[in-house]
Each structure stands twice: as structure tokens, then as C-alpha cells.
């Protein structure tokens, strides 16, 4: 059996590593393939999907392709998918292969998202802001936050278009949405897009509010990576 992996490399090689020492499944072992790729905009997705799916021919992907890049495996490719991105009706429904998401649906991962750290008094006396891209997490960005409206707060929004791989636009777009956080004075910011470049945009910009990151692919390696010294980083 062959295994597709799209990102976070040394940890899925690890983790397959180890379900080989301990006999495979099934007895048989896993023959990983690694193809890594930048998750903003759909060039590099694309094409890490076509290696795996068609020069590689793998059994399943395990990774990280975000929204719609997932049907080029499951719908185009009709190829098996066990990943970390969002799940909705409508790539479930025109999936053609088995697919599974290890994340929980965005209403509920948002709801519980609210409720912990209305528990924790993160929320208290504080201006809210919601940071998302049409590109990586449009449904992240407005399940969080009507989540935040259920919960009586009234959250500035910065949502920012989809710019697939213009980087520069990207970057020149979240500016004027950092401004928009500052001037309505916003302390604490939640993060939905899951990628690392977003925080490094806001550093560069000189805002650094507390930001909660909702998507588990913002990793401390990735900001690192970004830009983003170690002293930025709080937990």
C-alpha cells in the first residue's frame, strides 16, 4: 500500500515509520510518498495532487489540502483521503472516494472555540476581531464569527478576497484589514486562516494584538519559517 502525504513531512514519515515497526496494517507495510506544497491558492495544491494521484498512483493522501482542493482527489481523481481540512455537505456529497477529515465540522469547532475561551475570560471587556481569507478559510471566518455574535459579542471582521497566489495583494489587502483592527481597537484578534504568512503580515505591519489561532496547521516551526522571531510567540 502506497500513502500520499501533502504536508508536515517529518511527522507523517514519523508516525508511518512507526505503524511499520509495529507490523503494518494488516501486515502490510506503508510505502509513504512526501510531496510538500504551499496550501495558499490552488498551483502548487494542484500539482502535488496530480503527482500523487496520477505519477505515484497512491492508495489514499493523508494531509492538508485546503477547501476545494480536496476534490481534485476525491472527485477527480476518485483517490482516497484521510486529511485536515474542513469537511461541508457538498465535498462529502461529490467525493467519489472515501474521505475523512480529522477536523470537526466548522460550526462546532467554532462554537467550542467561543465557549472555552469565554470560559477562561479571554473574551472579557475586550474589542474582538475575526481574520479569515476567502482563499483558505471563508467558512472558518463566518462560522467563528456568527459563533461570537451567539455569544453577545459584536466582532470587527476582516475578511480578505481570494487572491489565489498573488502573495503581494494578499499581504497589501490584510494591511488595510490590521488598520481596520486597530482603529476599532481590537485587543484580541482570532486568526482562521491556518496559514503561518497571515501572523507574518501582521508583524510586519506592526500589529501584534493577542492573536488565538484557530486552525491547527499554525504551527511555531511554520511562523518561524514566516518570519516570525520566537519572542512574538506566546504559547
Not at 213 to 224: C, I, K, P, Y
Request: negative net charge; hydrophobic residues 40%.
Amino acid at each position: 500500500v502506497e500513502f500520499g502525504v501533502s504536508n508536515n513531512g517529518d511527522i507523517y514519515l514519523a508516525t508511518l515509520e512507526e505503524i511499520n515497526e509495529r507490523g503494518g496494517i494488516y501486515g502490510r507495510m506503508l510505502e509513504p510518498v512526501l510531496v510538500e506544497f504551499l496550501p495558499v491558492g490552488s498551483t502548487e495544491a494542484d500539482e502535488a495532487c496530480l503527482k500523487l494521484t496520477e505519477d505515484e498512483e497512491v492508495f489514499v493522501v493523508i494531509g492538508t489540502p485546503l477547501n476545494e482542493q480536496i476534490l481534485c482527489v476525491t472527485e477527480l481523481h476518485e483517490t482516497a483521503a484521510v486529511v485536515a481540512n474542513g469537511m461541508n455537505a457538498e465535498r462529502l456529497e461529490r467525493a467519489k472516494a472515501p474521505y475523512v477529515t480529522v477536523i470537526a465540522a466548522q460550526e462546532v469547532r467554532a462554537a467550542g472555540f467561543v465557549e472555552v475561551m469565554t470560559e477562561a475570560g479571554v473574551l472579557d471587556d475586550v474589542e474582538v476581531g475575526v481574520i479569515g481569507s476567502i482563499d483558505v478559510s471563508e467558512t472558518n471566518f463566518r462560522s467563528m464569527v456568527q459563533a461570537m455574535r451567539n455569544a453577545g459579542h459584536d466582532p470587527v471582521e476582516g475578511l480578505i478576497g481570494g487572491n489565489a497566489d498573488d502573495l503581494e495583494q494578499s499581504a497589501r489587502e490584510q494591511g488595510l484589514i490590521y488598520q481596520r483592527m486597530i482603529d476599532g481597537g481590537v485587543s484580541v484578534a482570532i486568526s482562521t486562516t491556518g496559514v503561518p504568512l497571515e501572523i507574518a503580515n501582521a508583524f510586519d505591519s506592526g500589529y501584534e494584538p493577542d492573536q488565538w489561532l484557530l486552525s491547527t496547521v499554525m504551527t511555531g516551526r511554520g511562523l518561524t519559517d514566516a518570519g516570525v522571531p520566537h519572542e512574538y510567540l506566546d504559547g
